[in-house]
């Protein structure tokens, strides 16, 4: 299992909703239970997904059956692009602050 599969399954599992009350949350929640080896790993992942220039119904099949994440990033009016690579903004910013 993957970096980001763990990371998708334990942070935004079916019931993901009830232990956080936003996207924005479950992600700082991952980013404050996580060693910042494990962000690099998660980090390296998206950015493998983002270079891979697949279409926006790829990127869903790939993050809801594969990575088996049940947030839909549509409810917020962004798309799975969108989603991640506002993501992995998120975690570079905290990997550059963490390295200095």
Known sequence: MTELQQFFGCYFHQDWD????S???AIQ????DSDLHS???SAKELRS???RKITENQL???ITSTYKCSFD???NGSTYIEWITTMHATFYDL???HRG
């Open 29 to 32: 929640q991952y980013l404050n």
């Open 60 to 62: 869903d099949e790939l």
């Open 49 to 51: 997904l983002i270079v």
């Open 73 to 75: 990033p549509n409810s």
């Open 39 to 41: 962000i690099e790993k």
């Open 95 to 97: 990997i550059r602050k």
């Open 18 to 21: 009830l232990s956080s009350s």
């Open 23 to 25: 996207d924005q949350e």
